[in-house]
Structure formats: structure tokens, C-alpha cells
């Protein structure tokens, strides 16, 4: 069954410009803000602008324009926060959350970069 993507969900709306963001990049096929409940000090959020609901979703039918400016979208954030992991900085955690096992909040792609202390364990086990 396709992806349907929902228009009205938060991120949708921040795009069209109807709620208020952190813009931390935005380039022509991504946006980067920082998250509004951050879990690290720095909590940034890769989204790109097209109509994808997870990550799967993105990768199998997002133009190649699209996944090549996302990625390096992703690359650019990293170095604006700092958090690259070489040359002294500390590095970073990307997680993406997808449907309903992936405990996603928000249907529309999103990479969240979590940086600035260590994110601790990948994953709590029961
Ligand atoms: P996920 O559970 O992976 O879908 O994560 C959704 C994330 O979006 C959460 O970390 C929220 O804190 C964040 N979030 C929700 N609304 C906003 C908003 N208006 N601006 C920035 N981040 C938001």
C-alpha cells in the first residue's frame, strides 16, 4: 500500500509558513530547525520539503536532487552545530522514527540530530 502523506501534520505547516520555527539551514529541497522539546543541547531537526512521510518513504521515491541535497543538508547542519566527530568536536546522534514500532509523533520525514552531551545507550531495552 503507498504512503499517504497528511498535509495538516505540524511539519507541513511549518513549511507553508503558518507556524513559527528555529531555522537553523534551510536550502532549496531541506529545512533544519531545532527541535521545540530538545533532548540534547543541541536538537536539531532535518526535514526535507517534499511530501515524504518516513524515512523509507524518502529514500524510495525522493528524487535523486532531493536525497543528495538532504544529505548534504545533514553534512552542514552537523558543522554549524559543531558537532562533527573529528578535529576535537565531540560528535553527534541521528535517529529517525518511523510508524507506529519506530513510536513516530509527527508524519513527516525527519532526521533528528542530537549533539552537545553524550546521547547515551543506542536504544532502552525492557
Ligand atoms: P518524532 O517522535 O520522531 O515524530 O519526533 C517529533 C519531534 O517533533 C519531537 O521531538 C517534537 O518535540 C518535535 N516537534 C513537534 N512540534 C514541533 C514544532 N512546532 N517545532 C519544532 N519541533 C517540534
Given amino acids: 500500500m503507498a504512503y499517504v ?10 513549511l507553508r509558513g503558518e507556524i513559527p520555527n528555529r531555522t537553523v539551514l534551510e536550502t532549496e529541497h531541506a ?6 522539546a530538545p533532548k540534547a543541547p543541541d536538537h536539531v531537526l532535518v ?34 552545530i ?15 522514527n518511523a510508524g507506529e514500532n519506530g ?4 508524519p513527516h520525514f525527519h532526521l533528528h540530530i542530537l549533539a552537545g552531551r553524550c546521547i547515551g545507550p543506542m536504544v532502552v531495552t525492557d
Wanted: charged share 25%; aromatic share 12%; proline share 3%.
Fill in 47 to 80: 526535514i526535507p520539503k517534499g511530501p515524504y512521510v518516513t524515512y523509507d518513504h524518502f529514500c524510495a521515491e525522493a528524487s535523486e536532487a532531493e536525497i543528495v541535497d538532504f544529505t548534504r543538508a545533514v553534512a552542514a547542519v552537523v558543522k554549524l
Fill in 5 to 14: 502523506y497528511d498535509t495538516t501534520n505540524i511539519f507541513a505547516r511549518i
Fill in 103 to 106: 513510536v513516530q509523533e509527527v
Fill in 31 to 36: 529545512l533544519a530547525f531545532r527541535d521545540i
Fill in 82 to 96: 559543531g558537532a562533527e566527530a573529528h578535529s576535537g568536536a565531540k560528535g553527534f546522534r541521528a535517529i529517525t
